[in-house]
């Protein structure tokens, strides 16, 4: 391969990459972020304050995949998620936290080896912010209670909204419906 196309391709992806981390890190810092409409609402019914952290907490409790979609924006690759195949019944609860964000009920098989939900548990529970990254621009999901990535949503889902939220299995956890 010509030597000339192998720095284009380093320099574009470094530039994406580089853009990407200070989308998010803008968007952390309260610039561009979208309004929760509500309390947060906890998995019994408890009403949750926001999570605060230094960035220095957030590393010494989450792994480093974890922190880097978390807390940097970043993406797991497809197909190897914990969660993207689950079939179980339960509530998928943001790792960094634990605010309750999307139910079983609304998770759908959408091909993109991510778990896709046509809707959030409670869209109080969520922070949508435009992310200009990568010369696009989406729809990036946010846990609303600790401000943690979580994926982005589109409008390619399934009906009744028509939504896609992608999500990272990183940034879930799962809690299972308890059994009779």
């Excluded at 304050?49 to 979609?69: I, M, N, P, R």
Aim: with cysteine; proline share 6%; charged share 20%.
């Amino acid at each position: 391969m010509n030597t000339r196309y192998i720095v284009l391709f380093f320099l574009i992806t470094t530039a994406g990459l580089v853009s990407c981390k200070q989308a998010h890190k803008k968007a952390m810092s309260g610039q561009e972020t979208g309004q929760a409409t509500g309390p947060l609402i906890g998995l019994d019914g408890d009403t949750l304050q926001k999570v605060v952290k230094t960035e220095t907490e957030w590393k010494a409790e989450l792994g480093e995949q974890a922190y880097h979609v978390l807390r940097e924006g970043g993406t797991e690759p497809a197909f190897t998620g914990n969660f993207w195949n689950n079939k179980k019944e339960g509530v998928y609860i943001c790792a960094g936290c634990g605010l309750p964000l999307f139910s079983s009920s609304t998770k759908f098989e959408s091909g993109t080896g991510w778990p896709s939900f046509w809707k959030p548990l409670r869209q109080e529970n969520i922070l949508e912010v435009k992310d200009r990254s990568h010369g696009m621009t989406r729809i990036e999901v946010r846990c609303a209670r600790c401000g943690g990535h979580q994926g982005h949503v589109f409008d390619d889902g399934p009906k009744p909204t028509g939504l896609r939220y992608c999500i990272n299995s990183v940034a879930l956890n799962f809690v299972p419906e308890p059994q009779p």
